[in-house]
């Protein structure tokens, strides 16, 4: 957008070149005082729109970011009014996509710290993908030290970038107070590299279970081979044989065999692995996709995802995969599948669920993937799909 800024003796000013016959938008803003939005007056001149914008007593967001280390609590309430604009024009117009979203057109207030934005019709910055520009150029300014304003901008940008992502979606993301995820999972101003040296870690740790797997498997065929040696050494030594007559009790040589084979296969199947191993029932459908969560501390067991959907949390009577540890409420989240992806989304949880180190917004579902670390309050697993 051609713009222009000015100062005379009445004030300061900004110019926009417009385009196209006057508009109803137009006329609401030109003749009414609307929260939140720049003053307007439309000047017509050979045919040209331009619209003019006091900014007296105000300097613009790209200013405001430069000359000031933000920290994560005020830009959050910039984030939350720029956001809130299209609600105030929906209230008018019943369309919020014009508000312009772009730090050279966004103004704050030196004395009270409001936002004020503008609306165009035809603007190239009314969408979500103009939103994540803008936190982009907030990336570069903030202080990367700060870890809290890192984790919400690059939480927020993330979010950004999802496929039918809106306004509503990144207000509610940022208008809910969020607690920090444990320093093992935050993704801070490492940016990738560190995001990845967390999902490295994770896979690794995801590897040792593997391994820790393999082991209780042979030690539950180590299990069923003895019983099947007792039963036949039992037959081979006699132990069934009557005392006087010296012939064998049928009878009683099956039963404790059925024993013998019964109680060593128990204990394989307590032991070793699988029942996770073994066909998963999907509610009536055939999916080639497996999930299973894999715990990254030792205390808790791995959960194995044998139905969608299916619902994580500490009561057992509510629940499909029970987790007992602090911050776990009675239900966290839940997991789900669309043809053979899967999905989790967090159920209102007091603590959070993050994926990744990036805590998710309430009721909005996030795709997971092979080696993604899956944080529910202070509990850490890798997702392992297969």
Not at 12 to 30: H, K, P, S, V
Request: proline letters at 2%; one cysteine or more.
């Amino acid at each position: 957008m051609e713009q222009e800024v000015w100062t005379d003796g009445t004030g300061n000013y900004l110019r926009i070149r417009g385009e196209g016959e006057e508009t109803l938008a137009d006329r609401m803003f030109q003749y009414q005082d609307i929260t939140g939005f720049l003053p307007m007056e439309l000047i017509r001149i050979d045919g040209q729109k331009d619209y003019i914008y006091d900014i007296s007593g105000k300097i613009s967001l790209a200013r405001y970011l430069s000359g000031n280390e933000i920290t994560r609590e005020r830009l959050q309430d910039i984030v939350k009014e720029i956001l809130m604009l299209s609600d105030t024009v929906r209230e008018y117009l019943l369309d919020g996509n014009g508000v312009v979203c772009h730090e050279e057109y966004i103004y704050i207030d030196r004395s009270s710290g409001q936002v004020n934005g503008i609306y165009q019709e035809q603007s190239p910055y009314g969408d979500v993908k103009a939103f994540g520009s803008l936190l982009e150029t907030v990336m570069q300014t903030m202080n990367a030290g700060d870890e809290s304003l890192a984790f919400f901008v690059y939480g927020m940008h993330k979010l950004t970038k999802e496929v039918g992502m809106t306004r509503r979606i990144l207000l509610e993301y940022a208008s809910k107070e969020r607690e920090k995820c444990p320093a093992k999972t935050v993704v801070p101003t490492g940016g990738k590299r560190e995001e990845k040296r967390i999902i490295q870690s994770g896979m690794l740790q995801a590897e040792a279970s593997k391994v820790n797997e393999r082991a209780t498997f042979v030690f539950s065929l180590l299990l069923v081979a003895f019983g099947i040696l007792l039963t036949v050494s039992s037959w081979c030594l006699g132990w069934f044989r009557q005392p006087v007559s010296g012939e064998t009790d049928v009878a009683m040589g099956i039963g404790a065999s059925l024993f013998f084979l019964g109680i060593s296969g128990y204990g394989a199947w307590k032991i070793g692995p699988f029942k996770r191993l073994s066909d998963v029932v999907w509610e009536g459908e055939s999916r080639s996709a497996k999930a299973c969560l894999i715990s990254c501390q030792g205390k808790i067991e791995s959960i194995p995802i044998v139905h969608c959907p299916f619902i994580l949390g500490a009561e057992k009577e509510r629940v499909d995969g029970i987790i007992a540890a602090s911050g776990i409420e009675a239900i966290h989240a839940q997991i789900f599948c669309e043809g053979n992806d899967f999905y989790v989304q967090d159920e209102d949880s007091q603590q959070g669920t993050y994926h990744n180190g990036e805590r998710l917004v309430a009721g909005y579902k996030r795709r997971l993937r092979d080696g993604d670390i899956l944080c529910l309050a202070e509990t850490e697993f890798v997702v392992e799909i297969s």
